[in-house]
């Protein structure tokens, strides 16, 4: 049992000093002590991913930086490591990948909506070149999948499709 506690301990005393060394280096704004609490809150309800963390604590404090460099927050879905086997897939969500381009942006972005068209909805480019998608979202009948779009939509209401 000691053990565990000790790998635990030493997973989460990497993580500490990696994020520690480099927090100035970080995006102004990034909370980087809740974003590593969350992280370790995440990675202690996956008991895989938890295991992995105690028998190889470098690697996956490795990925979970990079997560908090960016900003991403695991706890809140932006981003994932996801063990399966012994392999580890490491991918961000749509809400991170969001929340990266709101960031990161050279244009302040207002909002971005991103939906999926299926065979019976309604969508076309209207005279001005907007992209629009008439649904019905209670509907249990939209069809098959046939794609999908994001509209961005700028401070200056400025839009992109």
Known sequence: ???????????????????????????????????KINALMYINQDQKLAEMAQRSPMVIAQYVYNFISLGLDMLNRECYIIPYKDKLTVLKDYKGEIKLAKMYSVNPIREIIARIVCQNDEYFFNENDHFIHKFDPFSTSRGEKVGAFCTIIYENCMRQT
């Open 1 to 35: 049992m000691s053990n565990q506690v000790e790998v635990k301990k030493q997973f989460k005393d990497v993580l500490t000093e990696m994020v520690s060394k480099g927090a100035q280096s970080f995006p102004k704004g990034v909370n980087s002590d809740r974003l």
